[in-house]
């Protein structure tokens, strides 16, 4: 499965110092509470497109906002890399930037590709403790395309 001990290109130990045992209490309630088949809350059009909108009109964002769609309960979010220069940490920095605009009290990401799409499945929410409603989130997806995203990962592949 893996090449070698190393977990990046200059990692000379090939192991960890420590757990992140502490963490993995909140981690689970998020898991928990998004399991719920109720928990995803209704018009992300209201609650998370002006956010996201707003974010990728900013002259200094690399992203232009193509679009967005509610499907099986995620809000699925086409975005366009605009400039023609691109590395994985400033997609990264991209999207963790619109994460931000729309996160609530607990948030998961978890980016991956798919074909020429660099893709962050994130879900965000409030759960028991968190809120004094009741505990909602949601899914979304934000996909970022372009050309120069399909360069870069064509160097990858």
């Known amino acids: ?10 990692d000379r130990r090939g ?13 689970m309630d ?6 719920e088949p ?9 609650h998370l497109l002006p956010h996201l909108r707003r974010a990728c009109a900013d002259e200094t964002s690399p992203v232009h906002f193509l679009g967005a769609d509610f499907v099986d309960g995620t ?3 086409e975005l366009e890399w605009l400039s023609s220069s691109v590395s994985a940490r400033e997609v990264g920095a991209a999207a963790f930037r619109l994460v ?15 074909g020429w ?12 403790g968190q809120t004094r409603w009741h505990p909602h989130g949601h899914a979304v997806q934000l996909r970022i395309s372009g050309e120069s995203i399909k360069a870069m990962l064509e160097g990858h592949h």
């Open 1 to 10: 499965m893996y090449n070698d001990s190393k977990r990046w290109d200059t």
């Open 15 to 27: 192991y960890g110092i420590a757990s992140a045992g502490a963490f993995v209490g909140p981690i």
């Open 30 to 35: 998020l898991m928990l509470a998004a399991s």
């Open 38 to 46: 109720d928990w995803i809350a209704e018009d992300p059009d209201s």
């Open 75 to 77: 809000y699925v979010v």
């Open 100 to 114: 931000g605009g729309i996160a609530e009290s607990s948030t998961n990401v978890v980016e991956r590709v798919d």
């Open 117 to 128: 799409v660099v893709v962050y499945d994130i879900v965000t929410g409030m759960v028991d």
